[in-house]
């Protein structure tokens, strides 16, 4: 009878582990050459157009190492912003995304706008989700998955802290490591994040530097991280 219920014990147990551990990186858009050329020089942003990009491969390295081979990688691109500066530029950016994610087997997502984005996340299963990931423009309320693309200085497709209540909090695994590596997150969005997702979000208090991803270092925040 003890066996019994001992063997009842590891069922029940084995059955609450979610099917898979999912490893959430979701990047952001660049801006266009043809908008930004129009600011000063200081304002300018995406002169390189894979600082996202570089960035997430980044952090899909360091996962790797952390969680071995059989990690489950899902990356989810906003792929309107690609396909337009890869037409302003002429070189085929949405192929050699995917070929990124191949060389480290990450399931790519394309997504096209907030509800999609919210729709595709809300798919993956019941607390899957082991850490989770934003790179892309960001500010205090909002990541911005387009930023002076479609519209010079300005977002057009975003996740805003509105938003975040849509969000499957049954998704995230309670203990699970959320990050945006955008600017300004942590002074306002982080808390909203934790309020309605139920996990916190760790978030930068001023803006975040791109510039060292080319030396493959994440990106540094100008102020500190806070959740």
Known sequence: MKGMSRALLLIVFLLTLPAWADHVIVTGGPALRKWEDLRVKQDQHDRWWANFIRAST???????????????????VYKPGYTT??????????????????KRKATIIWFH??????????????HSI???????????????????N??????????HERDLRRIRRSIFDKNAYCKSWGCHTGESMS??????VGVPLEGAKGPTDYTVVGKGILPI???RWAR
């Open 191 to 196: 808390e909203t994040w934790r309020k309605s």
């Open 150 to 159: 479609f519209v010079m200085a300005a977002s057009t497709a975003w996740l």
């Open 85 to 102: 500066r890869a037409s302003e530029d002429g070189k085929p950016y949405t192929t050699w995304i995917t070929e990124q994610a191949t």
């Open 58 to 76: 980044i952090r899909m390295d360091e996962l790797r190492k952390a969680y071995g081979p059989g990690a489950k990688i899902i990356w989810l």
């Open 113 to 126: 706008g907030t509800d999609d984005f919210i729709r595709k996340l809300n798919a993956r299963p019941r």
């Open 221 to 223: 925040v100008k102020g």
């Open 130 to 148: 082991q850490s989770f990931d934003f790179f892309g423009h960001s500010n205090r309320h909002a990541f911005m998955f387009d930023y002076g």
